[in-house]
């Protein structure tokens, strides 16, 4: 009697368990990214919340600072504006305002109404000067003047002396400027000259490089007749070794052929 064959169960190969592994495993993940998003968006709400009431309140502080600061006056803000432009005094100049008008120079004052005579028919001048008096003080002004005109050239003549220094200190930089320039140009020629040694070298070694690949060839051409001599004794060998064993089945057979003759006869 033949019993009939309960269906086998199915078995659950070990890529099937790892494939559903995996698609549960990215479902996790899918479903964890999904909920750190959502937390991070939720973060960044809150942090914007947070950050406009900070500003209103920095906002509404600093309307109660500045009236504060009007209240208590508004020099104290220009001082401490004009110290945050210009530096603070310890680090700028101070500037003291000049009271003396003519720069240090006494300029003498005449009473010009003392000059005027009140009676022109009798005239009483105080200030009066003699022929001498006269020809001495003209030759004296003479004199200064002419010391002045010496001066303003003497002084004419150091701002071209300056002049001179100056344009003297440019052409010396000019020629600073114009030996380094031909030292650049000496540079750039050993650079050159670098390049083509480098360049000279490196022919040399791809020359080497060649003859090692032509070395390697050899070798290689060595290789191959060495492995086909060896392919060649290998396949000798068996052609006679096959037949020897020929041979051997060539006798056996010529000694049962003759033991069955020997049987018949």
């Known amino acids: 009697m033949i019993r009939p064959t309960k269906p086998k169960a199915e078995k659950t190969s070990i890529g099937t368990k790892a494939a559903k592994l995996a698609q549960d495993t990215a479902a996790a993940l899918n479903q964890g990214a999904n909920t750190i998003a959502q937390t991070r968006s939720n973060i960044s709400a809150v942090t914007d919340n947070i950050a406009a009431v900070t500003s209103g309140v920095s906002s509404v502080a600093s309307a109660i600072t500045t009236g504060r600061a009007q209240t208590a006056g508004a020099a104290v803000d220009v001082k401490q504006s004009i110290a945050g432009n210009y530096g603070s005094k310890s680090q700028r100049s101070e500037i003291v305002p000049a009271t003396d008008y003519f720069g240090g120079l006494t300029v003498p004052e005449l009473d010009y109404n003392g000059m005027i005579p009140t009676d022109f028919l009798n ?3 105080a200030n009066t000067a003699t022929e001498e008096q006269l020809t001495a003080g003209l030759e004296n002004y003479a004199g200064a003047t002419r010391a002045q005109k010496l001066y303003q050239a003497g002084f004419n003549y150091i701002a071209e002396v ?6 003297m200190h440019k ?5 600073i400027k114009g030996a380094t320039e031909g030292i650049k140009v000496q540079q750039e020629i050993v650079r050159f000259d670098r390049q083509n040694i480098e360049l000279e070298t490196d022919g040399v070694k791809l020359e080497q490089s060649a003859e090692k690949l032509n070395q390697e060839g050899i070798k290689l051409l060595g290789v191959q007749k060495e492995t086909t001599q060896i392919t060649r004794k290998i396949e000798a060998i068996e052609l006679k070794r096959d037949a020897e064993i020929k041979g051997i089945e060539v006798q056996t057979q010529m000694i049962i052929q003759k033991y069955l003759v020997e049987t018949m006869s």
């Open 162 to 167: 300056g002049k001179t220094k100056q344009a």
């Open 123 to 125: 005239p009483n001048i």
């Open 171 to 175: 052409a010396q930089a000019s020629v």
